[in-house]
């Protein structure tokens, strides 16, 4: 027909609202020696990580596959490499099966490499975030967000009692990151006739981040319960012998760094309850 012209449509850039990433739709040519690293950090048991999609053959068919990623539940890195053959990735997802983890609990990331043993060459970030049995990552689609973006799992804990005249310390562990929101010490005092001056604090190893004293002294036989919090005031049941105390709003800890007590006056009778506390975790990932 005179005039007619063939007229091609090519797939635009978007922009994802609410992170600014843009999302391109792109297929990565692979030679063979191109394959995929999966990166995976998590802190629930029983955690196994699908990691399924398609690639175009060098045939040019389309064949889909799948693999599976099964991390540890001690929040260390479990890193593997698949491999894609020739051709070309089309897409791919990420989701979890055998576990029900929270948000801030299974962290994966997807990169494309070169190599497979040894020291590996990276070609590309594909997909980065958390994952769940019902929320998964995409690519092409999903934002590329660190452990750290989004997130944090609420977990409340009983911690490890004392021995009589020993202080509490609960540690951070390796991999994570808190933010303290709430908690609970109950202190008993022995028949030994003394003050005691108790108070909570946030450690580094080397220095003390913030203490927080109870306003006034702990007599023998006594039993105190203090009660930490952002916002709370300054308070004393007298009958019951219940305080409430405040602490900084945000207060986030690293790994290592701890929660404590310290008891100025304290006697060899005197002991700590189990510390209950609620905290924003993290994962922390290198």
Same mark, same amino acid.
Not at 48 to 66: D, H, K, N, S, V
Not at 171 to 194: C, H, I, K, N
């Given at each position: 027909?005179?005039g007619a012209?063939?007229?091609?449509y090519?797939p635009q850039?978007? =922009?994802?609202a ?12 692979l030679? @063979? ?7 995976c ?10 990691i399924?999609g398609?690639?175009?053959t060098?045939a ?7 693999? /599976?990623?099964?991390?540890t539940a001690?929040?260390q ?10 051709g ?6 990420a989701?979890?099966? @055998? ?13 494309i490499v070169?190599g497979?043993?040894?020291p590996l ?6 997909l980065? @975030? ?12 999903s ?11 609420? %977990?409340?804990i009983?911690?490890?009692?004392p ?9 951070v562990p390796t ?5 303290? =929101? ?9 028949a030994?006739v003394?003050?005691?001056?108790? =108070? ?9 981040i913030?203490g927080?004293? %109870?306003?006034?002294? /702990? ?6 319960t ?12 007298a ?10 709003k945000?207060?986030?800890l690293?790994?290592g ?5 310290n ?5 060899? @009778?005197d ?8 905290v924003r ?6």
């Amino acid at each position: 027909m005179a005039g007619a012209r063939e007229t091609a449509y090519f797939p635009q850039p978007f =922009l994802e609202a609410r992170s600014g990433v843009v999302v391109s739709p792109f297929q990565f040519a692979l030679d @063979g020696n191109d394959n995929l690293r999966s990166v995976c950090v998590n802190a629930a048991a029983g955690v196994r990580i699908f990691i399924q999609g398609r690639r175009l053959t060098e045939a040019g068919t389309i064949e889909p596959f799948a693999f /599976v990623c099964i991390p540890t539940a001690d929040r260390q890195v479990t890193e593997d490499v698949f491999s894609l053959g020739k051709g070309a990735l089309l897409n791919l997802a990420a989701f979890v099966t @055998g576990a029900t983890p929270l948000i801030g609990q299974t962290w994966v990331m997807l990169q494309i490499v070169r190599g497979f043993t040894g020291p590996l060459v990276l070609l590309g970030t594909l997909l980065q @975030g958390y994952v769940t049995s019902s929320q998964g990552l995409g690519w092409p689609g999903s934002p590329i967000q660190s452990s750290t973006d989004s997130g944090g799992y609420y %977990r409340t804990i009983a911690g490890t009692q004392p021995a009589a005249g020993a202080q509490v310390s609960e540690v951070v562990p390796t991999g994570a990151r808190w933010e303290f =929101l709430s908690g609970q010490f109950d202190f008993t005092a022995s028949a030994a006739v003394a003050n005691r001056f108790p =108070l909570i604090a946030f450690r580094d190893p080397s220095y003390a981040i913030v203490g927080v004293p %109870r306003p006034v002294v /702990v007599t023998a036989t006594q039993v105190v319960t203090l009660g930490v919090a952002p916002d709370f005031p300054f308070t004393q049941h007298a009958t019951w012998n219940i305080d409430t105390m405040p602490v900084p709003k945000g207060l986030t800890l690293l790994a290592g760094q701890s929660i404590v007590t310290n008891v100025i006056g304290m006697q060899a @009778g005197d002991q700590w309850g189990v510390p209950h506390y609620a905290v924003r975790e993290w994962l922390e990932v290198p």
